[in-house]
Nanobody, 126 residues
Framework: VQLVESGGGSVQTGGSLRLSCKVS????????MGWFRQAPGKERETVAV???????NYADSVQGRFTISLDNAENTLYLQMDRLKTEDTAVYFC??????????????????????WGQGTQVTVS
C-alpha cells in the first residue's frame, strides 16, 4: 500500500486548503483511514478519520472547520480545511488501518493504530 499526499502550502489565517492523499495497492474492502498532523516539538495527533462505511470523526480542535471525504472511484482521500488558524500549522499525514471492520463512529483512533503512512505534506498558517 502506498499513500501520497499533496496540497499543502502556506495560507493566511482564515484561509482554506484542500489536502489530497492518493491511495494505491490493496487495502481490502474494510478499513479506516484518516489525517494526522505533527507540529514541531509536539506528538503526532489525529485530525479526522473515515471508514469504509463512510462514517467520520474529528478531533475537537478541527470539528466544524475541517471535512474529510473519500472518493472511492479515484482512490483518493481528501481533507478540506477551512477557517485555518495558526495552530493548524503542522506536517499533515494520511494513514490507513487495513483490513479493519471497526467503525470510527464514536471512535477516534490514535496514530499508533495505523499501519500504512504517507510521507507528509507541510501546512503553514500565518
Amino acid at each position: 500500500v502506498q499513500l501520497v499526499e499533496s496540497g499543502g502550502g502556506s495560507v493566511q489565517t482564515g484561509g482554506s486548503l484542500r489536502l489530497s492523499c492518493k491511495v494505491s495497492g490493496n487495502i481490502y474492502s474494510y478499513y479506516y483511514m484518516g489525517w494526522f498532523r505533527q507540529a514541531p516539538g509536539k506528538e503526532r495527533e489525529t485530525v479526522a478519520v473515515i471508514d469504509s462505511d463512510d462514517s467520520s470523526n474529528y478531533a475537537d480542535s478541527v470539528q466544524g472547520r475541517f471535512t474529510i471525504s473519500l472518493d472511492n472511484a479515484e482512490n483518493t482521500l481528501y481533507l478540506q480545511m477551512d477557517r485555518l488558524k495558526t495552530e493548524d500549522t503542522a506536517v499533515y499525514f494520511c494513514a490507513v488501518n487495513a483490513p479493519s471492520t471497526r467503525s470510527v463512529d464514536g471512535f477516534l483512533p490514535g496514530p499508533h493504530e495505523m499501519n500504512f503512512w504517507g510521507q507528509g505534506t507541510q501546512v503553514t498558517v500565518s
